[in-house]
């Protein structure tokens, strides 16, 4: 057992409420491991109340620091990380003149091997603590990335990408090869000590129907894997799905067709969706991946917040490295704000920096299923149960936030400024919730 004495920031339950952080300026935060040494959280709230009762216990104190949960990132591109930044008309002549060209270098082992230790140690860096990533279609960049994320003892998950069609002739699959090799790589890392598997069908263009027909078997197969896709980013990409697939609905029900769709399904972007679409999302339990930095960049669109919300289907926050311009969750959590104020200028949406927060924590970490319900791994919070990853930020980081943060009347005026100020320098120290020793500056286990 080990204790924390910082401010904190922590989110009470989500049971239909309005979202709601809570804060503690002198806070104590007790972390203890279970049978399996993974550290949960014990107790957390104001040290006055907990001081006595935790007397007996080791404490860290961080004057000046905030205590937050580790930041959940819900669609994220680990080849991708060289393709940040590279100037392109949109999103197909993006893939085919730097995405797929890099893609192919991953079927090199040490290539991977090296990509991984450097994604992995950005993501940490920026205080993610879990992802859901793609990997390449080669079966050895899932295994480079599932042995880093292992030996780092992450939560986190990741899939081989299927496309047998529509891409270069280096990239694309037999069809049944590949729904083999899913399952191999099924087997062999879902449920591994905190690792998890995704079927990951590029996009459904990139697809046959007989590959999607067989992720939909192994999904069926498999209850409690996840499935990540893209849909509804780009308008030209929408009319291709839908002459390729004109017995669906929509580009969405497509995934449905092919048993794509439920609890843990996670599909990326979701811009250009109807009422259907939504209802389509809510029935089944999937969720959107919101990835703003990238559809800014791409000129994709801008995720519907208010159709999604009076539908009343599930989303979180993701950098969607590289098309997104950033790992940063600040960066991302900014972007966001400004898609809800651009995209929905005549209704005059302003998310709350609140919310902002949740949807990269808690809110992405119950998108995914892992937020403590029907005896799921918690993540994404701090509330007792919860396994203990967290970040220790320093809103004196950079002389501007030292400033501006000293100015907030409010836990909405912190939040705020250091979401819009806030970068990696804002996170001095990631902590996950079992034991690691990587080297890494600023991160550690409790």
């Given amino acids: 057992m080990k204790a924390y004495r910082a401010s904190l920031l922590w989110f009470a339950p989500c049971n239909g409420e309005p979202i709601q952080a809570l804060f503690e300026q002198d806070g104590l935060l007790v972390v203890a491991a279970d049978a399996a040494g993974c550290q949960r959280v014990h107790a957390i709230g104001a040290w006055q109340a907990l001081s006595g009762q935790y007397a007996h216990v080791a404490v860290e104190h961080l004057p000046g620091r905030i205590i937050a949960p580790g930041f959940v990132d819900l669609h994220v591109h680990f080849p991708q990380t060289n393709v940040i930044g590279s100037p392109a008309e949109g999103l197909l002549p993006w893939l085919e003149n730097y995405t797929f060209p890099e893609e192919m270098r991953f079927h090199s082992a040490d290539y991977s091997a090296q990509a991984a230790t450097f994604f992995l140690d950005e993501l940490l860096r920026n205080g993610v603590t879990t992802a859901l990533a793609f990997a390449t279609m080669h079966p050895q960049s899932v295994d480079a990335l599932m042995a880093e994320a292992q030996k780092r003892q992450l939560r986190f998950i990741s899939g081989m990408v299927l496309m047998d069609r529509h891409a270069p002739s280096g990239l694309t699959h037999d069809t049944e090869q590949s729904l083999i090799e899913t399952e191999a790589l099924i087997q062999k890392w879902h449920g591994k000590d905190r690792l998890g598997y995704a079927i990951t069908p590029r996009f459904a263009p990139t697809s046959t129907e007989a590959q999607l027909r067989g992720a939909g078997e192994l999904a069926a197969k498999y209850p409690d894997v996840w499935i990540q896709s893209h849909v509804a980013e780009n ?107 651009e995209g929905h200028a005549k209704q005059g949406v302003s998310l709350s920096p609140q919310h902002l927060w949740w949807q990269h924590t808690a809110g992405a970490a119950r998108a995914l299923g892992l937020d403590g319900v029907e005896g799921q791994p918690a993540i994404g919070n701090l509330l007792p149960g919860c396994e203990a990853d967290f970040v220790v930020l320093n809103p004196q980081a950079t002389p501007l936030l030292a400033r501006k943060t000293a100015l907030a009347n409010s836990l909405d005026e912190l939040l705020f400024s250091m979401i819009v100020l806030g970068d990696d320098r804002l996170i001095e120290r990631t902590v996950i919730s079992q034991a690691y020793n990587s080297g890494l500056s600023g991160v550690s286990s409790p």
């Avoid at 048993?259 to 599909?267: A, D, E, H, T």
Wanted: proline content about 3%; aromatic content about 16%.
């Fill in 235 to 341: 308008k030209d990409e929408i009319a291709w799905a839908r002459q390729l697939f004109p017995a669906s609905r929509s580009y969405l029900s497509v995934y449905d067709d092919f048993g794509l769709m439920r609890k843990r399904s996670i599909y990326a972007h979701c811009i250009h969706f109807d009422d259907a679409d939504r209802a389509l999302m809510r029935s089944t339990g999937a969720a959107a991946a919101v990835s703003p930095t990238s559809n800014l960049f791409l000129g994709s669109g801008f995720f519907d917040y208010v159709g999604a919300d009076r539908v009343g289907f599930q989303y979180g926050l993701a950098s969607d490295v590289g098309g997104g311009t950033s790992f940063s969750p600040f960066h991302t959590m900014l972007a966001a704000y400004y898609v809800g104020r």
